[in-house]
């Protein structure tokens, strides 16, 4: 079945440093790619997305390269922050007939900034 | 305040006594979900909803149901919960059909013994 693969399981930086998770997907039809960070006992949050029309999107300290060729997508942050601590986890869209209607989801990196 | 809500927060309870997780989100949004959350697997999801009456099986649907009466409720029913459906159950919501730009409820924490 589809799958999405996340790397690394576990990333630790230290303040200021940046951090890179990475993620491989296997349906080639997929064209949306959510990143979500989730906090201590709180639901996953929406913190950027990228269609597949682009291959880069910013926001901030927060950004994310998608190469459609090679399945995969990246997300970065740059002058990490001890709140940016959490799980991340990413995801890629999944079409049936035609229709996208679902997401797969990776297995989570747990991001810890050193202070 | 928009939001995507779950009651309980969490819950102990036996095997084989059916129970009902209720979703609510007050963002006139057409497509709900449940998802669960266990370690090292990331976030699997059960059914989703795309509109009113209209349901269907995610990856891991076995041992559960769902009903979409309303459009801003989704609660998800265990029949016959078993010991391998202790997890952590999020709903989530999204205004587009297509799943996009998902908001998630602050999860329940399940335990069944």
């Known amino acids: 079945g589809e799958n999405v693969e996340q790397h690394p399981s576990t990333l630790s930086v230290q303040e200021g440093d940046s951090a890179v998770i990475k993620c491989t997907y296997s349906?080639?039809?997929?064209?949306?790619f959510p990143w979500y960070k989730q906090e201590l006992g709180k639901g996953p949050q929406l913190i950027i997305d990228?269609?597949?029309?682009?291959g880069e999107k910013k926001d901030q300290r927060i950004a994310v390269t998608l190469n459609k060729t090679a399945k995969h997508f990246s997300l970065h942050i740059t002058e990490t922050q001890p709140e940016d601590s959490a799980v991340y986890f990413c995801a890629a869209s999944i079409s049936y007939g035609g229709a996208t209607n679902k997401l797969i989801f990776g297995t989570g990196t747990l991001l810890a900034v050193q202070p | 305040e928009a939001q995507v809500t779950q009651n309980p927060r969490y819950l102990i309870t036996v095997t084989g006594k059916k129970l009902t997780v209720t979703c609510s989100q007050n963002?006139?949004?057409?497509?709900m979900s449940w998802y669960r959350q266990d370690p090292g697997l990331g976030l699997r999801q059960i059914y989703y909803?795309?509109?009113?009456?209209?349901?269907d099986k995610g990856d891991v649907p076995e041992g559960y149901k769902v009903s979409r009466k309303e459009k801003r409720n989704f609660p998800l029913i265990l029949e016959s919960p078993s010991p391998n459906q202790t997890s952590l159950y999020f709903c989530?919501?999204?205004?587009?059909?297509?799943?996009?730009?998902?908001?998630f409820g602050p999860g329940t924490r399940l335990t069944v013994t």
């Open positions: 990228i269609r597949s029309n682009v």
């Open positions: 909803s795309m509109n009113v009456e209209v349901t």
């Open positions: 349906d080639s039809a997929s064209n949306y």
């Open positions: 989530a919501s999204s205004l587009d059909r297509r799943a996009y730009e998902q908001y």
């Open positions: 963002m006139n949004h057409e497509y």
